[in-house]
């Protein structure tokens, strides 16, 4: 909204007189019915008004074309500085609507899905809303760019780009414990007399979830296990190594390891319950069992656990008795 005269001087009227013409390939600029209308301008203050077309079902059908608006102001006497420049958008038909849009959780973060289209109905870009309670309270004053249309939005909202063709993507950047609201459009480029023009399908069904740190870090890999007896034969202990836990983008890091022994009887092949060894988690993934027996057969166990208390799935190894 202007608040200045084109002589860069205030404007005296608390309001002006909006008239918004759109313009098609074959029609000039005819003014929009119900958009005419005269709109507060408070003195000295930018206002920003927004206003819906409704288009006609010839508008809405066909191959893309190209459709622009101006806004024309006028004062209380009528008088008029023209019309302003063009504002440059989309006509015809839009892209499929996306459906069946999902969301689950994993342990690197929140699982989007939804049906496939084929490539030529364009790419979908999803719609993160931050729907916490204290959200209106935290908004800052930047805003979240909308991905290549230069609108900008509360800075709650976060815009994802996914591959389209394999109906499915991860969003890495959602944090624990937030409620969000999912939405997912399909999005088409047009060329059009010199612009290039974004144009979307409808939003889809909107999908609310909360990502909660309930997930395992992955089970440890390559565990070995030997034991071995001291020279003179006093002393027999079992030594385990394995493979870390890449824990690279995962909710919660991985705190340490726990190692689990179970006695296993040699002539029943029979087993009793297995025992946790360490009273907290190792930190390094290796581990002196200098508590076992000479002649025994035990199936070593190795989880992982993340800070949050999680536990992985565990890495096996059984240790025969050393031949005599």
């Given at each position: 909204?202007?608040?200045?005269s084109?002589?860069?001087?205030?404007?005296?009227?608390?309001?002006?007189?909006?008239?918004?013409?759109?313009?098609?390939?074959?029609?000039?600029?005819?003014?929009?019915?119900?958009?005419t209308?005269?709109?507060l301008?408070?003195?000295?203050?930018?206002?920003?008004?927004?206003?819906?077309?409704?288009?006609t079902?010839?508008?809405?059908?066909g191959?893309?074309?190209?459709?622009?608006?101006?806004?024309?102001?006028f004062?209380d006497?009528?008088?008029?500085?023209?019309?302003?420049?063009?504002?440059?958008?989309?006509a015809?038909?839009?892209?499929?609507?996306?459906?069946?849009?999902?969301?689950e959780?994993?342990?690197?973060g929140?699982v989007?899905?939804?049906?496939?289209?084929?490539?030529?109905?364009?790419?979908?870009?999803?719609?993160?809303?931050?729907?916490?309670?204290?959200?209106?309270?935290?908004?800052?004053?930047?805003?979240?760019?909308?991905?290549?249309?230069?609108?900008?939005?509360?800075?709650?909202?976060?815009?994802?780009?996914?591959?389209?063709?394999?109906g499915?993507?991860?969003?890495?950047?959602?944090?624990?414990?937030?409620?969000?609201?999912?939405?997912?459009?399909?999005?088409?480029?047009?060329?059009?007399?010199?612009?290039?023009?974004?144009?979307?399908?409808?939003?889809?069904a909107p999908?609310?979830?909360?990502?909660?740190?309930?997930?395992?870090p992955?089970?440890?890999?390559?565990?070995?296990?030997?034991?071995f007896?001291?020279?003179n034969?006093?002393?027999?202990?079992?030594?385990?190594?394995?493979?870390?836990?890449?824990?690279?983008?995962?909710?919660?890091?991985?705190?340490?390891?726990?190692?689990?022994?179970?006695?296993?009887?040699?002539?029943?092949?029979?087993?009793?319950?297995?025992?946790?060894?360490?009273?907290?988690?190792?930190?390094?993934?290796?581990?002196?069992?200098?508590?076992a027996?000479?002649?025994?057969?035990?199936?070593y166990?190795?989880?992982?656990?993340?800070?949050?208390?999680?536990?992985?799935?565990?890495?096996?190894?059984?240790?025969?008795?050393?031949?005599?």
């Amino acid at each position: 909204m202007p608040w200045q005269s084109t002589d860069k001087l205030p404007l005296p009227h608390t309001s002006v007189h909006g008239v918004l013409c759109r313009e098609t390939e074959h029609q000039g600029c005819v003014a929009v019915a119900g958009l005419t209308r005269s709109i507060l301008s408070p003195l000295g203050e930018h206002n920003l008004v927004t206003l819906h077309d409704t288009l006609t079902p010839e508008l809405c059908s066909g191959p893309p074309r190209l459709l622009s608006y101006r806004i024309e102001f006028f004062s209380d006497t009528g008088r008029s500085a023209g019309k302003s420049e063009a504002a440059y958008t989309v006509a015809g038909s839009t892209p499929l609507r996306v459906t069946d849009l999902h969301a689950e959780g994993s342990r690197l973060g929140v699982v989007l899905s939804w049906t496939p289209a084929p490539a030529e109905e364009g790419e979908v870009l999803l719609r993160r809303e931050d729907i916490a309670p204290s959200s209106s309270i935290a908004k800052k004053t930047t805003a979240a760019a909308m991905p290549k249309t230069g609108k900008h939005e509360d800075s709650n909202i976060v815009w994802l780009e996914a591959n389209a063709s394999e109906g499915r993507t991860l969003d890495t950047t959602a944090k624990p414990s937030v409620p969000y609201r999912y939405t997912a459009v399909r999005q088409r480029i047009a060329q059009l007399g010199g612009h290039k023009l974004p144009y979307r399908s409808i939003d889809s069904a909107p999908v609310a979830f909360t990502l909660h740190q309930i997930y395992p870090p992955p089970a440890p890999s390559g565990l070995t296990a030997t034991g071995f007896a001291s020279a003179n034969g006093g002393s027999f202990a079992v030594d385990l190594v394995w493979q870390p836990v890449d824990d690279a983008g995962l909710l919660a890091g991985v705190a340490g390891y726990n190692i689990y022994r179970q006695p296993l009887d040699v002539e029943s092949h029979s087993s009793r319950q297995a025992s946790r060894l360490n009273p907290a988690p190792v930190p390094l993934p290796s581990f002196h069992d200098a508590t076992a027996q000479p002649g025994r057969r035990y199936a070593y166990s190795v989880t992982a656990v993340d800070n949050v208390g999680n536990e992985s799935a565990a890495a096996i190894f059984v240790v025969e008795p050393p031949a005599r």
